[in-house]
């Protein structure tokens, strides 16, 4: 018998091994979709768990203790799990493998000598030396120093000025508090009336911790000087600072009580049908704070029920509590239904049409604050957690309208109310798009710069501009809504992708860490709309994404490369991170390469017995150099979603193994 050519040969071996490779990752989508589809809730949604850092069981601690409950059992658990989350060295960071931050270890050194630890134990003197290295409370965030000052280990005038006349001020004025982000709305009108009332809840001399100051330091942070344009406002504002505490000190604020009253009605109109102001816990422990200072007694129907929303978000195991900083069920169950629909689920599977009815029970449909800067939006879009239905976001949005507008439901009335949803939330998401063709996250327009220059602006939240991520959802939603290529919003997306990718083809990511995320959206809702990723341009991303990748063929970045944009794309590999360059591949056309392969083998060797993944270091971005989570779903649906891709476009492609793989195999 004649012997086959070597390379007929090789073709024949690859296609072997290429069948067993395809029928591994059948098999990992279908563990991972089982596993997924047991996570879902009786009434169709899911929801992971939220993970955020010790400055969140800081915070709840410092609560208990002004409500008169920190010997309850949950806050010694609380305790517990701050002290188990103390670096080696002795501070805490605000994410795993970062370096000990100054305000969240000030924090916790605080809430754990409240507690009663010894400040002579080897724990307590680690994390001193640490904060006092790092410059003591008097390098504190102001956010934090506000907080030391209700328990007298911070003087008030040190603290900036959060007047809460801000909230008479009109929407044309260019500092009024629409004018800021949604999120930092949330937490500065309830913090103003902290501020203007002052209140002092001590603690025991035991619990004092002014050991933490440093003699000689200024009465407030300075910032680090930048250009001339940042040094001139930042002057502007020290003065308005300066002169609005001079002002109150002379008690000449003949608006005061009228501005309280308008502050309280405010949070009281936004708590209605939602899981506390903003469903997030900074705004909540503020609101429960301005209440008492307000004279709410502590059995106040108000103030129990955001007691009450803080007391949900709790996690308890058995030695220690964990606080959540929000749920992000809608977000959860959008990107859910959007894995298990593109790794092959049909699309009337029972699950997904529970799902769908879920979201759709969510739809925001009244007024929200986004319409005082963009007063033509009409109700519509969706929020990220259970109950807040002033504040949709445009990412959640795209991401419902994505998984929606796949889905068909089997009764006709309620795939009728499906249809109206979706035309609902595309003219909302329309309507919120920005000058520059991009989307920001809740408001239209909160992009002037200026605002973060205002003293109590340090957590690097006061704005919301457009962003890449989102953007990059955007795209892929009008794709999947039938929005013509040529229609003006998406070609102006696509404008603003272009003109925000980056030197080295990657883009940023706002909502997810960082050039990972942002470059998987940006490329695959480009991909969607059939922009042309062969181009150059385009194609210096998958150069950056293969020099990235790590040894084990994953991918990984810490936060670390929002302080250093050095360390992007470096980090340990993550099952979520290596998913988004994965996908990020897939929509430049790479589909059979070593690195792909590797990337894939990374994948399927580490999927749980269970059906899952799991990330041990976070790839969720709250506040940029500041605030991160850590999504577990992300673990679970990120591979599904990945892994889902690659099959159906290797069944488009043909079964034929690929050219890369024969090279391998010569090799």
């Known amino acids: 018998m004649r012997a086959r050519p070597l390379v007929e040969d090789l073709q024949f071996r690859a296609e072997e091994v290429y069948a067993s490779f395809g029928a591994r990752v059948g098999a990992a989508v279908e563990s991972a979709q089982a596993y997924l589809l047991s996570l879902q809730a009786a009434d169709g949604h899911w929801c992971g768990e939220l993970e955020g850092d010790t400055i969140v069981e800081s915070e709840y601690l410092l609560t208990l203790h002004l409500l008169g409950r920190s010997g309850e059992a949950r806050a010694r658990k609380a305790a517990e799990y701050i002290r188990r989350r103390q670096l080696p060295r002795g501070g805490w960071a605000v994410y795993p493998g970062g370096p000990p931050e100054v305000s969240a270890s000030v924090k916790a050194y605080f809430v754990l000598k409240v507690m009663g630890d010894d400040p002579g134990a080897p724990h307590m003197v680690r994390a001193r030396d640490v904060i006092l290295g790092l410059g003591g409370i008097d390098a504190c965030n102001s956010f934090t120093r506000i907080y ?9 005038d040190s603290c900036p000025a959060v007047p809460p006349e801000l909230i008479l001020l009109p929407d044309w004025f260019p500092l009024n508090i629409y004018r800021i982000s949604s999120w930092s709305r949330a937490i500065v009108v309830p913090l103003s009336i902290i501020w203007a009332c002052r209140p002092s809840c001590p603690v025991p001399d035991h ?7 440093r003699p000689g330091a200024p009465l407030e942070p300075r910032r680090p000087a930048g250009g001339l344009r940042q040094r001139l406002w930042t002057t502007f504002f020290r003065a308005a600072n300066w002169t609005l505490k001079a002002l109150e000190a002379a008690s000449l604020t003949p608006l005061r009580a009228r501005a309280l009253k308008r502050a309280e009605s405010w949070i009281r109109e936004r708590l209605e049908g939602s899981d506390g102001l903003g469903a997030i816990l900074p705004p909540i422990i503020n609101t429960v704070i301005a209440f008492r200072c307000l004279g709410y007694p502590l059995d106040h129907p108000l103030l129990v029920s955001q007691v009450g929303e803080l007391e949900k978000l709790e996690i ?3 030695d220690t509590l964990r606080i959540q900083p929000c749920f992000s069920a809608t977000w959860d169950t959008s990107l859910a239904l959007q894995a298990l629909l593109e790794s092959g689920l049909p699309a009337a599977h029972p699950a997904l049409e529970k799902g769908a009815r879920w979201l759709l029970d969510r739809e925001a449909r009244g007024p929200g604050d986004y319409q005082r ?10 929020f990220f957690e259970y109950r807040n239905p002033f504040y949709p976001d445009a990412d959640d949005t795209t991401a419902v309208l994505t998984a929606l507008s796949r889905l068909r439901l089997a009764h006709p009335a309620s795939d009728q109310d499906r249809r109206e949803a979706l035309d609902r939330g595309l003219r909302w998401l329309l309507s919120m798009q920005n000058a520059d063709g991009g989307w920001g996250a809740f408001d239209k327009g909160c992009d002037n710069e200026v605002l973060t220059f205002i003293p109590f602006a340090d957590h690097n939240a006061m704005i919301d501009p457009s962003c890449e991520d989102i953007t990059g959802r955007g795209l892929e939603a009008l794709h999947h809504l039938g929005i013509s290529p040529q229609s003006a919003a998406l070609r102006r997306a696509m404008a603003f992708l272009r003109a925000k990718q980056a030197p080295d083809g990657t883009w940023y990511g706002r909502w997810g860490c960082n050039y990972l995320y942002g470059t998987w959206l940006a490329l695959r809702g480009l991909a969607q709309v059939g922009e042309d990723l062969t181009q150059e341009r385009y194609q210096r991303a998958a150069t950056w994404l293969y020099r990235c990748q790590n040894d084990d063929g994953g991918w990984g970045e810490l936060p670390t490369s929002y302080d ?6 470096i980090g340990p590999s993550t099952a979520s991170q290596t998913s988004w360059a994965l996908l990020a591949l897939f929509a430049l056309n790479h589909l059979d390469s070593p690195g792909v392969r ?3 083998e990374y994948l399927l060797r580490n999927q749980g017995p269970e059906g899952g993944w799991r990330d041990d270091y976070w790839t969720g971005t709250g506040f940029p150099k500041v605030f991160y989570l850590r999504y577990h779903l992300y673990a679970v649906y990120s591979p599904l979603l990945a892994l889902g891709v690659f099959q159906s476009l290797q069944a488009l492609e043909g079964t034929t193994a690929p050219f890369a ?3 391998e195999m010569r090799a």
């Open 148 to 156: 030391l000052a209700i328990f007298g280990q911070c003087r008030w």
């Open 207 to 213: 619990a004092n911790i002014l050991e933490l100051h």
């Open 316 to 318: 308890e195991d058995e």
């Open 373 to 382: 800067r963009s007063p033509q939006a009409e109700p519509g879009g969706w």
């Open 564 to 569: 250093d944009p050095a360390q992007k794309g």
């Open 598 to 600: 590797r990337a894939l």
């Open 661 to 663: 793989l024969i090279e």
